[in-house]
């Protein structure tokens, strides 16, 4: 583990950035912490639960001297398992209230609580949409291994909605929502500094996942390009993200997003071609057969290849047809739409 002084970065206003470590390629999400005078800090989007990040809040903590009573509240910004995940941890230590969206969640609910059928539905969406069947265990295995990762659930949730103003770091902040990557996902924006405290819906350098998922929005890569032309429209002088470091260019960084996707689509019309062919073989030919050794990788990048099918299924650009694949079973295959 790197030492805590590249871990925690000091930013204007008091505020902590703390780089909570990650098992997966992105390496690390950001917390932040922002002083709240005598009632101590409030802390957003804790970090994944695992044995390790556990020991590094305990040392954040004791490297800033604070107790676990200096912590006054969670905020999560969306209910992924690297923010959402220590948000029941930190409230058992705490005795804190957690803050996140209704829809964020009643997904945190649906995806991981108790009983939840959600690894399974999941995981037979993907074998419908071709997911090698050789796959399957290792997928369900992913799915179901997050249980342990974002519990304890927080027993004390407050709801908090777009539209709203919420007050945290001696700032009122206008509260937005965003769709695409996380439904739910809350921004928070201070019209007189022009910051943006904005999760996973505009990252630097890092595309944020798009993924269709059963029973979650039917078209998520509209709903995410749909956010980001209306979130376009903020003054921003800064963005503080889940992921990477804070930067400025929030108007450029929202073109190259709405760019990139329009260009992933032609290439997927591009490699489909004359075939017809499943997601997951859309996703290989898109992302590379490596993916098969990384369960969670694939997964994204599978979700991330239906959400634009979806996508130009409705601009009419492919048109899909179910039938029998390799397995015997139901299987749906794409190709492009002849005019
Ligand atoms: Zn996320």
């Avoid at 390629?25 to 044995?51: C, F, H, M, Q």
């Avoid at 108790?114 to 050789?134: I, N, V």
């Avoid at 890569?221 to 990477?244: I, T, Y």
């Avoid at 990788?297 to 039938?323: D, K, S, Y």
């Amino acid at each position: 583990m790197r030492t805590m002084n590249e871990r925690i970065v000091e930013l204007d206003g008091g505020w902590l950035q703390v780089k909570v470590p990650l098992p997966y390629s992105l390496k690390w999400v950001n917390a932040y912490l922002l002083p709240e005078g005598d009632s101590g800090w409030t802390v957003i989007d804790p970090g994944l639960r695992l044995e390790e990040t556990e020991v590094f809040w305990e040392e954040v903590m004791r490297s800033r001297n604070l107790a676990w009573g200096d912590i006054a509240r969670i905020v999560v910004t969306h209910h992924h398992p690297d923010h959402y995940g220590m948000a029941g941890w930190f409230q058992e230590r705490a005795g804190a209230p957690v803050w996140m969206s209704p829809v964020a969640h009643s997904n945190a609910n649906r995806l991981w609580g108790d009983g939840e059928t959600f690894s399974e539905q999941l995981t037979a969406a993907f074998l419908r949409h071709g997911l090698a069947g050789e796959l399957e265990d290792a997928m369900r295995a992913h799915l179901t291994g997050f249980r342990a990762k974002v519990s304890p659930h927080p027993s004390e949730v407050r709801l908090l909605s777009p539209g709203e103003t919420f007050s945290m770091g001696g700032v009122e902040w206008d509260v937005h929502g965003g769709e695409g990557h996380a439904p739910g996902h809350l921004l928070f924006h201070d019209r007189t500094s022009g910051r943006l405290i904005g999760g996973d819906q505009v990252l630097t350098d890092i595309s944020p996942n798009i993924g269709w998922m059963p029973g979650g929005d039917p078209d998520p890569l509209l709903s995410f390009l749909d956010s980001l032309r209306r979130l376009r429209a903020l003054e921003v002088s800064e963005v503080f993200p889940g992921h990477r470091s804070p930067f400025a260019r929030f108007r450029e960084r929202i073109d190259e997003l709405l760019d990139h996707h329009g260009r992933r689509m032609n290439k997927m019309a591009e490699l489909i071609g004359e075939r017809e062919l499943t997601a997951f073989e859309v996703c290989e030919l898109l992302f590379g057969a490596r993916l098969r050794d990384n369960a969670h990788n694939l997964r994204f990048a599978l979700a991330e290849t239906i959400a634009h099918l979806v996508r130009m299924e409705a601009e009419g650009t492919v048109v899909r047809a179910a039938r029998a694949g390799a397995s015997g079973e139901a299987t749906e295959y794409w190709r492009l739409e002849r005019s």
